[in-house]
């Protein structure tokens, strides 16, 4: 009998990372989410980020694409996070010249000018939680995408 994967563990999601993310559309929909998240903003809020060289995480990045897209488009210091060991080291292969780091806020204690994350906060039991957490590692923004 296999054991039962608790869902939104890193257990699940390095399972997830190495079975069928990318049969899923995983990539896609990083990329998708990425690009809408640049629209959706207006072009001088990046200016001003590119300007100023900002630093930028994307937490839960995934495999990387949308910490590729930003940090290609604002010219800074874009970071990548994610607790999937599985993710983080294929995000690291697929874009060498960004920069990852595995596992949580709390573990890593590096603080950012913004805080972007995409698709990720709807799979937490207690989002407010994990709010209270990026507040504690932004200097200036959070920039948060969730489901409609």
């Not at 054991?3 to 990372?17: E, L, V």
């Not at 995409?118 to 207690?126: A, I, P, R, T």
Request: hydrophobic letters at 35%; aromatic letters at 14%.
């Amino acid at each position: 009998m296999s054991k039962k994967i608790k869902i939104n563990s890193r257990d699940y999601w390095n399972d997830r990372f190495k079975k069928d993310w990318e049969e899923k559309g995983g990539k896609e929909q990083t990329t998708f989410f990425s690009k809408i998240a640049l629209l959706s903003v207006p072009k001088s809020f990046w200016e001003m980020v590119a300007a100023n060289k900002l630093t930028v995480l994307d937490w839960g990045c995934a495999e990387g694409q949308g910490t590729e897209i930003l940090r290609k488009r604002l010219k800074t210091e874009v970071y990548g996070l994610d607790f999937s060991r599985i993710a983080i080291n294929k995000a690291r292969k697929i874009n060498p010249q960004s920069k990852f780091h595995c596992g949580t806020l709390e573990e890593w204690d590096k603080k950012f000018n913004i805080i972007f994350s995409s698709n990720c906060l709807e799979h937490f039991k207690n989002p407010t939680k994990i709010l209270e957490t990026y507040f504690k590692y932004e200097k200036d923004y959070v920039f948060l995408m969730v489901p409609f």
